[in-house]
């Protein structure tokens, strides 16, 4: 058995890219599953509810993101392309007045590396897996600076 599948452009990916992280900064979390296909997965690396293949999970899962944290921007540092594929690594700025990776934000503005693996199928997000530097995340919030580091100063 074959299958076909229309390769994605590089243009087509990061308008598609582009639509999702402005969903994603208005805090919309309709808009922002309307980028994803019906049978998306949503994979953020270390998180409790691990792997999720429904869209209302996931929905929850940003609903309570954008409930606690408010992304403020993002710098790209690098994107390799491939066939129906994007890793996209950047710093994204954010001013986390609840709570993330569990502990009180206090309004704190933290700036993080994340890094993002993005699949597409007919001109939607299908797979989205997602690493963010932990280390740094916490040692902005707790104001320790040993373990803090400027991660757009990195390589």
């Known amino acids: 058995m074959s299958s076909t599948m229309t390769s994605m452009s590089r243009e087509a990916m990061d308008r598609m890219l582009e639509e999702h992280f402005c969903q994603e900064a208005e805090g919309d979390v309709a808009g922002t599953l309307a980028t994803y296909t019906e049978d998306v997965i949503h994979d953020v690396v270390g998180d409790p ?12 899962r940003y609903a309570h993101l954008f409930s606690n944290v408010e992304g403020e ?32 934000g ?14 597409f199928r007919d001109g939607l997000i299908c797979r989205e897996n997602v690493w ?13 600076d040993i373990l803090a580091s400027d991660p757009a100063r990195e390589t």
């Open 73 to 104: 921007g993002f710098a790209v540092k690098h994107r390799l392309y491939g066939d129906n594929f994007v890793v996209d690594d950047k710093i994204w700025t954010a001013r986390v007045d609840g709570e993330f990776l569990g502990l009180p």
């Open 106 to 119: 206090h309004g704190r503005r933290i700036h993080v590396r994340v890094l993002h693996v993005f699949e």
């Open 49 to 60: 509810m691990g792997t999720l293949h429904d869209r209302d999970a996931i929905g929850q």
């Open 132 to 144: 963010l530097d932990g280390a740094a995340v916490i040692a902005q919030l707790t104001g320790n």
